[in-house]
C-alpha cells in the first residue's frame, strides 16, 4: 500500500515569498490533516479535512496560511507572506473512518521549509 | 482535548526493556491512547493504540491501568535504531461518521547505547 506523499521534499525561500506544499493521501482515507513541527517540538495541528470538508483549523494562521482539499483527496497548503518563524517542517497525515478502532493517522516524509 | 504528561527524556542500552510513562489524568470515556515513533527527518509512525488494560504487538506493548489515567509504552530488548522520539497522544474515537483530532505533546527523547 503506497503512503503519503508529500512534495517538494525540502524548499528555501526568502521572507515575504510565498510557497505550496502538495499532498497526496493513502488512497481512500477520508480524513487529512496538516502539522506543522518545529525543531525541537511536536507536532502541530494546522487544519484537518474530512473529506474535502474543513473539520478544524483553529490552529492555522489564516492571514498567511491557506489549505484547499478540493474533490476530497490530494491537498495543497500554502503559505504567503512567508515569515521566518514559518521554517520549520509540514507533515501531512491521512487516517481512513472504519467502524470502533481509534484514530490512527500515517504521516508523509514532510516538507522542509527554511525561510531566510 | 486530554493533555499529555512524559519525560523529557531516557537513556537506555542494547538489550534492555524500555519502559515510557504518559500522564493523561483528564482523558475522556471514548478517548483511545496512542503511540508513535519519529526518527529525525522522518514523520511520525503509528506503533500501537489501546483503549484498556494490556495492548502487545510485534513491536511494542501498552499497559493501561483501569483508571485510564496514565498508561506505560514497553520497548522490549532496544537496539540502537530504537534511538528516536517517542509520543503519546490521547485522542477522540474516530468511530462511526464522527471524526478523530490527535494532539501531539512534546514526546520522549530515548537515546539506546552500545
Known amino acids: 500500500e503506497a503512503g503519503v506523499a508529500q512534495s517538494p521534499r525540502y524548499k528555501i525561500i526568502e521572507k515575504r515569498q510565498s510557497v505550496a506544499f502538495w499532498c497526496n493521501p493513502i488512497s481512500g482515507h477520508a480524513t487529512l490533516y496538516w502539522y506543522q513541527q518545529i525543531l525541537g517540538q511536536g507536532p502541530k495541528l494546522l487544519i484537518q479535512f474530512q473529506n474535502n470538508g474543513v473539520v478544524d483549523d483553529s490552529q492555522l494562521p489564516k492571514d498567511r496560511f491557506s489549505a484547499e482539499r478540493l474533490k476530497g483527496v490530494d491537498s495543497t497548503l500554502k503559505i504567503q507572506p512567508a515569515k521566518l518563524e514559518d521554517s520549520a517542517v509540514y507533515l501531512c497525515?491521512?487516517?481512513?473512518?472504519?467502524?470502533?478502532?481509534?484514530?490512527?493517522?500515517?504521516f508523509g516524509e514532510g516538507s522542509w521549509l527554511t525561510v531566510v | 482535548l486530554a493533555k499529555t504528561t512524559q519525560p523529557i527524556s531516557m537513556d537506555s542500552y542494547e538489550g534492555q526493556e524500555v519502559n515510557i510513562t504518559c500522564s493523561h489524568n483528564?482523558?475522556?470515556?471514548?478517548?483511545?491512547i496512542t503511540w508513535y515513533q519519529q526518527f529525525p527527518s522522518q514523520g511520525p509512525r503509528f506503533i500501537i493504540q489501546?483503549?484498556?488494560t494490556k495492548v502487545t504487538n510485534e513491536v511494542a506493548s501498552l499497559f493501561i491501568p483501569a483508571d485510564r489515567k496514565s498508561s506505560t509504552l514497553s520497548l522490549p530488548r532496544v537496539s540502537l535504531s530504537d534511538t528516536a522520539v517517542y509520543y503519546c497522544l490521547v485522542g477522540f474515537n474516530a468511530g462511526g461518521t464522527s471524526y478523530g483530532k490527535l494532539t501531539f505533546g512534546q514526546g520522549t527523547i530515548l537515546t539506546v547505547h552500545p
Open positions: 489501546g483503549y484498556k
Open positions: 497525515a491521512s487516517s481512513p473512518l472504519t467502524g470502533n478502532s481509534g484514530n490512527t493517522i500515517y
Open positions: 483528564n482523558i475522556a470515556t471514548n478517548d483511545y
